[in-house]
């Protein structure tokens, strides 16, 4: 027969369990919820306004007056500065986690002060980069231009995409590494042909999470990449952005120009959405290269 107190214990154990069920089912609802709620606002309000124009023109004379023109010099000049960001940010950033992980111990000093510096750049806003980015210009006698735009946003990506890359490479079992130095590879070997392979799809959504930011990000580049109607052809060209699009066009005392900025934020979450689909794909694909 069971004891009383035992019984009570079981009823109590059942309980909480019950509510944090609750709880995380609530929450599950609610993240879900907010981005339905974002995305159905953002389609409702930008749908009237939703054409082919929009993404095959450049913004005509008088475009942010209501007249005729669309966004494709910022929805380019966006994936040109995201992209070239997001590829010198992947030039810093793994050489600085795969030498924290592998050449360096994971508890020294060395690795301890430098994922904390890479904490306290992650807090940074991204108005300081852009601030920072505006002296760095002026010191050298730069105009606002896409490379400008590039080195700030790049800045920004930096320590994110390191911090998330590393947290998927301190994962690797350390019998992984034993095993590749027990069979003669170096250490660079080890690192780029086992640790990287075996962390490929978390460095791909590592990658992801820092695009996400270049690209969706606005005041790191108002005073760097500076705003144009046109199609940059050179680096030292401005360059136009879909947040900042979206700013200018909220901006005006126009409907059908407002109506247009939620079409323009429609078109930057299909971009990250589309994005975040290829990297899924691409992490489900390599795999295979994972050790279970």
């Known amino acids: 027969m069971s004891h009383p107190s035992s019984l009570h214990w079981l009823r109590r154990r059942k309980l909480k369990e019950g509510i944090f069920r609750v709880l995380m089912a609530a929450s599950v609802l609610v993240v879900i919820g907010c981005l339905a709620l974002i995305m159905g606002t953002i389609i409702w309000k930008g749908l009237p306004a939703m054409n082919l124009s929009m993404i095959t023109q450049t913004p005509k004379g008088g475009y942010y007056l209501g007249r005729e023109g669309g966004i494709l010099n910022a929805i380019v000049g966006s994936l040109y500065l995201a992209s070239g960001a997001t590829v010198l940010a992947i030039l810093f950033s793994l050489p600085v986690v795969l030498y924290i992980n592998v050449y360096a111990q994971k508890r020294s000093r060395l690795a301890s002060l430098t994922r904390f510096s890479l904490d306290v750049l992650w807090g940074i806003p991204s108005i300081v980069y ?134 323009s934020a429609a078109i930057l979450t299909v971009l990250i959405l589309v994005i975040s689909l290829l990297a899924r794909g691409l992490g489900k694909r390599y795999t295979r290269h994972i050790i279970k």
């Open 130 to 263: 852009g601030a920072f980015g505006f002296i760095i210009m002026i010191f050298f006698g730069l105009r606002s231009s896409l490379l400008a735009g590039i080195l700030a946003v790049g800045l920004l990506e930096f320590p994110i995409m390191s911090r998330a890359a590393d947290e998927v490479i301190r994962m690797v079992p350390n019998e992984l590494l034993e095993a590749s130095y027990s069979l003669g590879a170096t250490r660079l070997e080890t690192a780029l042909k086992v640790v990287v392979r075996q962390c490929l799809p978390g460095l791909l959504t590592a990658v992801l999470i820092a695009f996400g930011r270049g690209i969706g990000d606005a005041a790191s580049v108002l005073f760097t990449a500076g705003f144009t109607d046109r199609i940059p052809t050179s680096l030292f060209q401005p360059a136009a952005t879909l947040p900042l699009a979206i700013f200018f066009q909220l901006g005006t005392p126009f409907p059908e120009v407002q109506q247009r900025a939620y079409a």
